[in-house]
T-cell receptor
Framework: ELKVEQNPLFLSMQEGKNYTIYCNYS?????LYWYRQDPGKSLESLFV?????AVKQEGRLMASLDTKARLSTLHITAAVHDLSATYFC????????????????FGKGTKLSVIP | KAGVTQTPRYLIKTRGQQVTLSCSPI?????VSWYQQTPGQGLQFLFE???????NKGNFPGRFSGRQFSNSRSEMNVSTLELGDSALYLC?????????????????FGPGTRLTVL
């Protein structure tokens, strides 16, 4: 059974600070996604990481993937209040041929609060 | 381009009743997945449909079922509702595309249907 663990689950940080959210998963050959969810809202796709060493950046967020360590990180640089939300990582098993399973297993989410 | 739409947005039912939720995917998307989100269990995969066929199913009882129509719209049904079925039900659609030279299917989520079972 695929397990996805995120930590921390809760993160309170001051504006301007840097921090990293970690996502560990238990199987290999996977695709990894990061999503953002605002209170009462749906999930917004942030990043898709497809291969070992993949790094994606968008504004103050940067995601990376280490498939050998089965670890993805979401790094926040110089946090601003607008980044307050819950961040989920999700893993999609893929076959040896690279075909996706369309079945995402999510971590519990990291609730980020950025304090002005 | 319109996003994934779900109806209704809010629903209140009583135990023992059944409910049907609807999802219209993004135009051109043929895969539709359903997820249940609760505070205790988090986000859990229910099932996925492609071209009217269920390809994957999560670990949920048979009371949870779904179907997909020829226009890719999908419905999910929950029969004999239990209190524990209260949740946000999210639908996601995806279309095979290229990202970084690799085929992938990012799932785009709808706003969800908030189901409350009394």
């Amino acid at each position: 059974e695929l397990k996805v663990e995120q930590n921390p689950l809760f993160l309170s940080m001051q504006e301007g600070k840097n921090y990293t959210i970690y996502c560990n998963y238990s199987t290999t050959s996977d695709r990894l996604y990061w999503y953002r969810q605002d209170p009462g809202k749906s999930l917004e796709s942030l990043f898709v990481l497809l291969s070992n060493g993949a790094v994606k950046q968008e504004g103050r967020l940067m995601a990376s993937l280490d498939t050998k360590a089965r670890l993805s990180t979401l790094h926040i640089t110089a946090a601003v209040h607008d980044l307050s939300a819950t961040y989920f990582c999700a893993v999609e098993p893929v076959s040896y041929s690279g075909a996706g399973s369309y079945q995402l297993t999510f971590g519990k989410g990291t609730k980020l609060s950025v304090i002005p | 381009k319109a996003g994934v739409t779900q109806t209704p947005r809010y629903l209140i039912k009583t135990r023992g009743q059944q409910v049907t939720l609807s999802c219209s995917p993004i135009s051109g998307h043929r895969s539709v997945s359903w997820y249940q989100q609760t505070p205790g269990q988090g986000l859990q995969f229910l099932f996925e449909y492609f071209s009217e066929t269920q390809r994957n199913k999560g670990n949920f009882p048979g009371r949870f079922s779904g179907r997909q129509f020829s226009n890719s719209r999908s419905e999910m049904n929950v029969s004999t509702l239990e209190l524990g079925d209260s949740a946000l039900y999210l639908c996601a659609s995806s279309r095979l595309g290229l990202a970084g030279g690799i085929y992938t299917d990012t799932q785009y989520f709808g706003p969800g249907t908030r189901l409350t079972v009394l």
